[in-house]
């Protein structure tokens, strides 16, 4: 009898390993970091990306205020999976929406049908119409080369040890 208990324990011990696994199942991924700088000079704020050229799992990560990185693949400083990897860089900003009334903002009317009809008899033509809101104007804060993966001329091999790669970008 204690050996058909002890049988079933050790049935249940591996079912359980073999359910629970030794590990969440990515692979393997080694240290990344490193200083991003434009004109020798740290950018902060600098998305980086780690594209694989083997299509498998790419990394991303943000500079900090110094340009310095870590790069994260499956969660937050994790590094990369080794292998070779094209690298983009950017750092997009975007500015404040436009008013779509230009400078001439037309006063508020109140919501009577009384004060608008004596509102359009002034010449109030009502809100702008369709979507005449203009969007916030995008610009990117480094060259629009190294945004692509076939221009920026950025690669790098991520070796199973800790790895270090600096990015230094040029605005020429």
């Known amino acids: 009898m204690a050996k058909i208990q002890l049988t079933r324990y050790f049935v249940l011990v591996a079912g359980l390993s073999l359910v629970c696994g030794c590990g969440d199942g990515a692979p393997k991924t080694y240290p990344v970091s490193g200083v991003v700088t434009l004109d020798n000079?740290?950018?902060?704020g600098a998305t980086i990306t780690f594209i694989s050229d083997t299509g498998g799992n790419s990394g991303a990560t943000t500079s900090d205020a110094q340009g310095k990185y870590t790069m994260s693949t499956f969660k937050q400083g994790d590094g990369a999976v080794a292998g070779s990897y094209k690298i983009i860089v950017s750092k997009y900003q975007k500015g404040a929406?436009?008013?779509?009334?230009?400078?001439?903002?037309?006063?508020?009317?109140?919501?009577?049908?009384?004060?608008?009809?004596?509102?359009?008899?002034?010449?109030?033509?009502?809100?702008?119409?369709?979507?005449?809101?203009?969007?916030?104007?995008?610009?990117?804060?480094?060259?629009?080369?190294?945004?692509?993966?076939?221009?920026s001329g950025l690669t790098f091999v991520v070796e199973p040890k800790p790895n270090t790669f600096d990015i230094k970008l040029t605005s020429k």
């Open 97 to 151: 929406e436009e008013n779509p009334y230009g400078d001439n903002v037309p006063p508020e009317v109140e919501q009577t049908p009384e004060a608008i009809s004596e509102a359009y008899g002034k010449g109030y033509s009502g809100p702008p119409k369709g979507n005449a809101a203009k969007a916030p104007k995008e610009w990117n804060d480094i060259p629009a080369k190294y945004a692509d993966a076939s221009q």
């Open 41 to 44: 000079k740290p950018v902060a």
